[in-house]
């Protein structure tokens, strides 16, 4: 008998490569996702890599009713929580739209699990929650700013929300940093629905000729080239993390019921780097020019990596060159 795991916004882009790769782990992924930020398509590129069409509940994870029955009927192992909206600049022009969906989701969320006894989440945190570090590059005890947008600020609550019901739930709370990248298939990827707020769907779109040109939003930052610097990691790597998480708490290995890990690369790239290594990795231009800055935009993150390779046993594989590649040939088999 396979292990349950509910899959909160699984097919969504990180939602489902993670699928995949819980399915890969000898894992039962059970969907919940509400199309809110995703395409029912994604499930047909999820039966190309895992041979069936896992099954999947079409609701709101604010939908308490609803979401009791689907946890109720299944009594999952661990659920994994991605059902959110993660577009920073979006957040600065809908803040409620965020806190409702995103604080209140989790909420919901955590009140199925504690009446259905489940006590394994992981959390899809960002690395938004650091603000503007002081420190480069962050730990994981990196004192946390005031968000510099009110999706941060949703994340950051999230994980005050998730510690103080540290006594009776168990949390692998998960830092992302840029997941770009698309599975080496082309089978499933990216889906942003209307224009891209990130940058590597709108450059790629901008490269498939969808979009005129790539802005960059500024480059008068105090930065090696003014552009601002993350550290983007292959979504497939990211994925492959959530495994390595549900696994820890199934495993009850654990040391904390609240533990926090980066899941980044540990390098950081500028926004002219990536273009630069977008062009060299698929030898390609891509059209673009300097804009002003957006709001809620920090200036530079990337992740210190010592605990959670120590810790968790994860590190991060694939290169810049191949996370460009893959989203590129994810593009290509979406025009
Ligand atoms: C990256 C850089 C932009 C678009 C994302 C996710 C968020 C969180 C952190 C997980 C910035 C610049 C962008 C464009 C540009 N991840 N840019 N032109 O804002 O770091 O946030 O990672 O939780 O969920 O949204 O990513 O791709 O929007 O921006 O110049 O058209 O690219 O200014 O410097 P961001 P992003």
């Known amino acids: ?136 590059p962050v730990k994981e005890s990196t004192q946390t700013k005031m968000a510099e947008s009110p999706y941060g600020a949703t994340k950051q609550i999230g994980e005050i929300i998730l510690k103080d019901n540290a006594n009776w739930l168990n949390t692998q709370c998960l830092r992302y940093f840029n997941p770009i990248g698309a599975h080496e298939s082309g089978f499933i990827g990216e889906l942003p629905i209307g224009v891209p707020n990130n940058l590597i769907p709108y450059l790629t779109q901008t490269v498939a000729g969808i979009r005129k040109e790539l802005t960059v939003f500024g480059d008068d930052y105090n930065t090696t080239d003014g552009t601002c610097i993350r550290d983007y990691i292959h979504v497939m790597d990211l994925a492959e993390a959530h495994v390595f998480a549900i696994n820890r708490l199934i495993n009850g290995e654990q040391k904390e019921p609240f533990e926090v890990f980066n899941i980044g690369t540990g390098n950081g790239s500028s926004v002219l780097e990536v273009i630069q290594a977008f062009e060299k990795a698929n030898g390609i231009p891509v059209p673009h020019k300097i804009g002003p800055r957006r709001a809620g935009d920090v200036i530079q993150v990337w992740a210190e990596t010592t605990k959670v390779e120590h810790v968790l046993g994860w590190k991060a594989k694939r290169t810049l060159e191949t996370m460009l590649k893959d989203a590129w040939n994810w593009q290509t088999k979406l025009s």
């Not at 600049?89 to 409702?100: A, D, F, M, N, Q």
Request: aromatic content about 8%.
């Open 1 to 136: 008998m396979k292990h349950k795991i509910i899959v909160t916004g699984g097919l969504g882009f990180i939602g489902s490569h993670t699928v995949v790769c819980l399915h890969e782990a000898g894992f039962e992924p059970i969907i919940i996702d509400n199309l809110s930020n995703s395409e029912a398509s994604a499930m047909d590129g999820i039966e190309q890599l895992i041979g069936y069409k896992p099954i999947w509940a079409n609701i709101d994870v604010n939908d308490k009713a609803a979401l009791g029955n689907v946890i109720k009927e299944h009594q999952p192992q661990g659920v994994i929580h991605f059902a959110a909206f993660k577009a920073v600049g979006e957040s600065v022009e809908k803040p409620l739209t965020y806190y409702r969906n995103n604080v209140g989701g989790l909420i919901t969320l955590m009140e199925v699990l504690k009446e259905e006894n489940i006590d394994n989440l992981v959390f899809s945190s960002s690395c938004t929650v650091y603000g503007e570090p002081d420190e480069i």
